[in-house]
Antibody
């Protein structure tokens, strides 16, 4: 059974940094693109970034470009999101998701909450 | 960026009723339109991929149709467990985008 478990969320001050992790199990992690998707409290879903199977290609939403960096370690079956220059509007639950069948978000983690506030 | 607009935003439905949710794209996404269900306090779950393709394990009362810019998610004979928010998602053009969501409440 596929399992994705996010960690690393928490309360951070505006301008601060945070690194999210997503640990995968029950899946051939290195064979799939992976995405981060976020959801502000009571709001809809916003795609944040994705990364190719071997890490050679990365894409970002304009809202995070230059501030967030997606990466992965296939040996550790882990996905990461390094977030810097955080703003209040980055407050959200951050989900990692496995892309399948050409970018369908097939499996999702349970999410980790990031709160940006002074 | 492709904007996805869902209709309606909210629907209150009696069990066994049929539910129709629409998703309109600001430009053609071909068939690269997918539907997700998110129950309260849970992460999203994919229901339909590529506009109309079924996902293993998803009840057959969920169906999808459409192509280009206009898509529909249909729930035949709504069950109590279907209370959730439903989102469409396009993977035709980066950045991937989602509809604003349709909340389905059980009367």
């Amino acid at each position: 059974e596929v399992s994705l478990v996010e960690s690393g969320g928490g309360l951070v001050q505006p301008g601060g940094s945070l690194r999210l992790s997503c640990a995968a199990s029950g899946v051939t992690f290195s064979s799939y693109w992976m995405s981060w998707v976020r959801q502000a409290p009571g709001k809809g879903l916003e795609w944040v970034a994705n990364i190719k199977e071997d890490g050679s290609e990365k894409n970002y939403a304009d809202s995070v470009k230059g501030r967030f960096t997606i990466s992965r370690d296939n040996a550790k079956k882990s996905l990461y999101l390094q977030m810097s220059s955080l703003r209040a509007d980055d407050t959200a639950v951050y989900y990692c998701a496995r892309e399948s069948w050409g970018s369908v978000l097939e499996y999702w983690g349970q999410g980790t909450l990031v709160s940006v506030s002074s | 960026e492709i904007v996805l607009t869902q209709s309606p935003d909210f629907q209150s439905v009696t069990p066994k009723e049929k539910v129709i949710i629409t998703c309109r794209a600001s430009q053609s996404v071909g068939y690269k339109l997918h539907w997700y269900q998110q129950k309260s306090g849970q992460s999203p779950k994919v229901l339909i991929k590529y506009a109309s393709q079924f996902i293993s394990g998803v009840p057959s009362r969920f169906g999808g149709s459409g192509s280009g810019t206009d898509f529909t998610l249909t729930i035949d004979s709504l069950e109590v467990e279907d209370a959730a928010t439903y989102f469409c998602h396009q993977s035709s053009n980066l950045p991937w985008t989602f509809g604003q969501g349709t909340k389905v409440e059980i009367k």
